[in-house]
Every structure is written in structure tokens, then in C-alpha cells.
């Protein structure tokens, strides 16, 4: 997070980042993924255009990193774990500032 931009890092004052093994039995059940294995990271919250709509006790944003996903992913591929985690920290930043997973594929692809 350190080695974003300070331009987005100023935008990020309120989102909290947390560790946990794996993500939550619910929300691999709403993404419809089976294997806890292949959820590296996630968003959750409003993204930045939209946290003024936020109701009474509605959770501030937050960005999981689920570590033994990460853990595995590293040892699998050969990934330096500092790239893989930063690759994953952008994406769910890119979520916070309201860019989608297609978004956010389309410019990976400009950039290589």
C-alpha cells in the first residue's frame, strides 16, 4: 500500500486491509467458487463515487488478502510473494475506485 501513488493512497484513508487465512464459507457460496483455494483477495464496501450513500452502520471498506491462497499461488508458481500480494492489493484497489474485473483486465492488457 506503501508503494502506491500518494494520489491513491490519500484516497484510501478509510479502507482498512485484513489478513485471514481463507474467506468466509458464505462468500465463496456468493461467488460460487467451491475450492477456498482460488480466492486470493476481495473488496468489500462502496467504491469512492459511491460512500456517500453509505446507510447507518454499514461496515467501512475493506480489502481481504486471504493468505494461504496466497501462500499456495507463491509456492505454485514461482511468483516473488511481494509481486503476487502488490498484483492483488492493485486489483482490489482498482475495485475501490469502482473499475470492474473487465476494466481492470483491459488495462493490464494495454500495459503489456
Excluded: C, K, N
Excluded at 1 to 25: I, K, N, S, T, W
Amino acid at each position: 500500500m506503501a508503494r502506491l501513488p500518494a494520489q491513491f493512497r490519500d484516497l484510501l484513508g478509510g479502507v482498512v486491509v485484513r489478513v485471514e487465512d481463507f474467506a468466509a464459507e458464505d462468500v465463496l457460496a456468493e461467488f460460487g467458487i467451491e475450492d477456498p483455494f482460488e480466492l486470493t483477495g476481495l473488496y468489500s464496501g462502496r467504491p469512492v463515487g459511491q460512500q456517500e450513500q453509505m446507510a447507518p452502520g454499514e461496515l467501512m471498506p475493506i480489502i481481504h488478502l486471504y493468505r494461504r491462497p496466497l501462500l499456495d499461488e507463491w509456492v505454485e508458481t514461482g511468483v516473488s510473494l511481494e509481486a503476487l500480494i502488490t498484483h492483488v492489493i492493485v486489483h482490489e484497489v482498482g475495485h475501490h475506485f469502482g473499475l470492474s474485473d473487465d476494466d481492470m483486465h483491459a488495462i493490464e492488457d494495454d500495459a503489456e
